[in-house]
């Protein structure tokens, strides 16, 4: 490892290895298999890019995210590293010229996408080219029942069956028991060892409120606690992205938009200016994000419900990525389950599919209906064993909720279900409860129901809260037929009998929660120093638009941070700065001195 040390200094600027990547790198540079899971941030790429320097021949990383490909390549490049990515953004002529540098031995590393891996043509192209290692990347997209399954991942195992002596690893930041299993299977990994990294990702804040106006409730949290910084608002649909992309900009948000349905260009465009400006906000599907290396992403927004705790942990994994505070804010309403449960009652998939979907979509309601630590349950879910101890950073532990005997409101409500024939969504079940005559109860003859005005007591917004807890219990469902009808299940049976009770989560105002410290936070640099600060983000700007990449790819904030408490004065103080590596440090010596003798 003391080879391993010495790239990690002089290439990537870093004096220690964090968690498991010493084990990791050790293994693989050894000729080992394995499979890695990391938490997004945890240094899962160091663990393929140092074995691959080395190892004799080219490292092949394989990834479905071309954004990824494209954004590591360019920081590679920066710290002087040989790599390069086949992809389908590429043109013909461009493809080739990667393919004779290949042959020529020019690269350390090259990413290509698993169906360009998967032709006879590049098969047979590294049948001819030395091997350092096969990095399976985003290795949960081979599991059918996760979040996020590519076909073609399933036949990467015939990189096992051609090239047995060459090691290959898999890696992923999200993978439960049955989906780590299903990789291992999969992939013919049976023998490969496994590293597990702790899920935990502290600087995060785990925030899920009530909804009830979705836009003005994300406004007022960016407005208060995090103006100015970047962050991802992910929604649903495509218009729900337009729309609110438009909305929070007539607000005075720096918002943009994102998703499948816009021209290659426009989202190319919009990805771009995200990664290369400060303080963008952008609204996206969830088509938006993979692959993203930007480390100073300061929240992640769901304005609509996941469809399990493995997207909306990925999906908020790319808050906080150099470790700083970081925030995970959701509002979830009714609408959300009873739209969830339609759609994988309502889908063509097999029956085994939809229990699958079912049973994750119930863990995530578990997750949103938590009155214990999320973070706790968060993890527990991935099978890490944690202690008790709550973690004092996540709404529930900080303004911990109420729990109320909810046994008769849940049979009023039940009963109402079936009073009405099972035929009618939560919103006019709520009319019939608290006794509103309108038109359309008049109309169904429901005012003569012994259910009729039996919940006076309990306003409209209880009343919701009841329903969506009761869809997310399992007491009831919605149809197939697509009207958000609502059912009774089996299980309320024995709640409308008596024979069970029911604990609810108390409805109260959203409380905010005491606003983010940052441990890094500028208020602490004096005058001169945040002189100093702003020189360097000047200086980092300019140079990032000279060299074509985003201001991170030169250096991070908690570089520039370090710079400023530290102030070096010679080549070997700045040497020790955390990021600045060999390559760095000869192409921007010279000018960083400058500017630190100018200003200390």
Wanted: aromatic content about 8%; hydrophobic content about 40%; charged content about 25%.
């Amino acid at each position: 490892m003391l080879r391993a040390s010495k790239i990690l200094k002089d290439i990537f600027g870093y004096s220690t290895f964090r968690g498991q990547q010493t084990e990791v790198i050790a293994h693989v540079a050894g000729g080992g298999d394995c499979l890695v899971l990391m938490p997004t941030g945890g240094g899962k790429s160091l663990c393929y890019q140092i074995p691959a320097l080395m190892r004799e021949g080219v490292a092949v990383v394989i990834s479905p995210l071309i954004a990824l490909m494209q954004n590591q390549v360019v920081a590679l490049h920066e710290l002087g590293v040989r790599a390069a990515f086949l992809n389908s953004s590429l043109t013909q002529t461009e493809a080739a010229a990667v393919e004779r540098n290949l042959l020529s031995g020019e690269y350390d590393l090259l990413y290509v996408a698993p169906e360009r891996l998967l032709t006879p043509r590049f098969l047979g192209l590294i049948a001819n080219t030395p091997l350092a290692l096969f990095a399976i990347d985003e290795a949960h997209c081979v599991s059918q029942w996760g979040h996020d399954f590519r076909p073609e991942y399933i036949k990467l195992s015939i990189l096992h069956e051609r090239f047995p002596n060459v090691p290959r690893m898999a890696l992923t930041a999200t993978a439960d028991t049955v989906t780590r299993n299903e990789i291992i299977e999969r992939l013919s990994l049976d023998r490969a060892k496994t590293f597990v990294s702790s899920f935990d990702r502290p600087n995060i804040r785990y925030q899920v409120i009530d909804r009830t106006n979705g836009k003005s409730q994300l406004l007022d949290f960016i407005k208060a606690e995090h103006n100015g910084d970047a962050g991802i608002v992910y929604c649903m649909s495509r218009n729900k992205v337009e729309e609110t992309a438009a909305w929070l900009s007539d607000k005075g948000v720096r918002a943009i938009a994102y998703h499948a349905g816009m021209s290659v260009q426009m989202r190319s465009y919009n990805q771009e200016k995200f990664l290369r400006e400060d303080g963008i906000v952008m609204v996206a599907t969830i088509a938006f994000g993979m692959g993203i290396d930007k480390p100073d992403v300061r929240f992640v927004a769901h304005l609509d419900l996941p469809k399990s705790i493995e997207g909306y942990y990925q999906e908020t994994g790319r808050a906080g990525r150099d470790g700083q505070a970081a925030t995970a804010w959701m509002a979830y309403g009714l609408g959300d389950v009873v739209q969830l449960r339609r759609m994988i009652e309502g889908s063509e998939a097999k029956d085994q599919f939809k229990r699958v979907a079912s049973t994750k979509l119930d863990a995530l309601l578990a997750l949103c209906e938590a009155t214990t630590c999320r973070r706790l349950q968060l993890l527990r879910y991935f099978g890490e064993i944690v202690t008790d101890t709550p973690c004092g950073n996540c709404d529930v532990c900080l303004n911990p909720p109420t729990v109320w005997d909810g046994t008769v409101a849940a049979q009023k409500a039940l009963s109402c279900v079936y009073r009405t024939a099972q035929n009618f969504g939560a919103g006019y079940l709520i009319d019939v409860l608290r006794g509103n005559n309108t038109e359309r109860v008049k109309q169904w003859g429901h005012d003569k129901v012994s259910t009729f005005g039996i919940g006076k007591e309990l306003e409209e917004k209880v009343w919701r809260a009841v329903f969506r807890q009761l869809i997310a219990l399992g007491l009831l469902t919605t149809d197939n037929e697509g009207h958000g009808s609502l059912m009774l299940t089996e299980a309320s049976r024995a709640v409308l009998k008596g024979q069970q009770t029911i604990n609810l989560r108390q409805q109260k105002e959203n409380k905010r929660a005491s606003k983010l410290r940052r441990d890094d936070d500028l208020s602490t640099f004096d005058r001169a120093e945040r002189d100093l600060w702003e020189c360097l983000r000047l200086w980092r700007t300019r140079t990032a638009k000279e060299h074509g990449v985003p201001a991170y790819v030169v250096f991070h904030d908690t570089t520039l941070k370090e710079l400023v408490r530290l102030c070096p004065q010679t080549e070997d103080a700045l040497r020790q700065i955390s990021g600045v590596g060999s390559s760095k440090l000869e192409r921007y010596g010279k000018e960083l001195l400058e500017i630190l003798r100018s200003c200390c």
